[in-house]
């Protein structure tokens, strides 16, 4: 079945450091992907998504580029802040049947002053 | 336009007791899919719900869990005869429409069993 791994946490980051948090997926056809954030004390929100191969999604200066070749999804940011101090979860939907999210673990990002 | 509200935030129970989370979709909003995350784990589809119907429940256990989303009110999600291995968090997410449509999270319902 499908299944997304992503990096282990906790990670923690002095602010203005570069990020990278690693995330690949096994699914059968063509998945759609998605970035979700969880800051403390609220519900996930969608950070980004990518729909096809070599699609770059991007927002709030976090990027990820879906690699069909590596089976890849990696989310990176060039100067983080201690305001992107939250979980991250990165998850994929199969392209057809309904919304049904698969969700990797989840990395739990600390950024320090 | 409020967000999703699931309640209550947090629930205890004893095991053998029953446990109701209720998920409150944004307005418009008439799909609501619930996820369990146990500790260490990632979110795990549980069920696929749209007004009055199941959709898609292949991600709940076969017995004490069981959840409906009704004409009139929230989405209710019921476990029966709580067990340890229950404790966990439970979200809620909605949509606006069908294939395509975006999910929106609520906060998330952290029931521990004790």
């Known amino acids: 079945g499908d299944s997304v791994t992503q990096m282990e946490g906790p990670v923690t980051l002095s602010e203005e450091a570069f990020l990278t948090i690693n995330c690949t997926y096994t699914?059968?056809?063509?998945?759609?992907l998605f970035w979700y954030v969880q800051y403390p004390g609220e519900g996930l929100q969608l950070l980004l998504k990518?729909?096809?191969?070599?699609d770059k999604g991007s927002n709030k200066g976090f990027e990820a580029t879906y690699r069909k070749e590596t089976t890849s999804f990696h989310l990176e940011k060039g100067s983080v802040q201690v305001s992107d101090s939250a979980v991250y979860f990165c998850?994929?939907?199969?392209?057809?049947?309904?919304?049904?999210?698969?969700f990797g673990t989840g990395t739990r990002l600390t950024i320090i002053p | 336009n409020a967000g999703v509200m699931q309640n209550p935030r947090h629930l205890v129970r004893r095991r053998g007791q029953e446990a109701r989370l209720r998920c409150s979709p944004m307005?418009?909003?008439?799909?609501v899919y619930w996820y369990r995350q146990l500790p260490e784990e990632g979110l795990k589809f549980m069920v696929y719900?749209?007004?009055?119907?199941?959709?898609?429940e292949s991600g709940m256990p076969k017995e004490r869990f069981s959840a409906e989303f009704p004409k009139e009110g929230p989405s209710i999600l019921r476990i029966q005869q709580v067990v340890r291995g229950d404790s966990a968090a439970y979200f809620c997410?909605?949509?606006?429409?069908?294939?395509?449509?975006?999910?929106?999270f609520g906060e998330g319902s952290r029931l521990t069993v004790l």
């Open positions: 997410a909605s949509s606006p429409s069908g294939p395509g449509g975006e999910l929106f």
């Open positions: 699914a059968t056809g063509y998945p759609s």
């Open positions: 990518a729909t096809k191969a070599d």
């Open positions: 998850a994929l939907k199969a392209n057809f049947g309904n919304e049904k999210l698969t």
């Open positions: 307005k418009g909003h008439s799909h």
């Open positions: 719900l749209q007004k009055e119907n199941i959709i898609d």
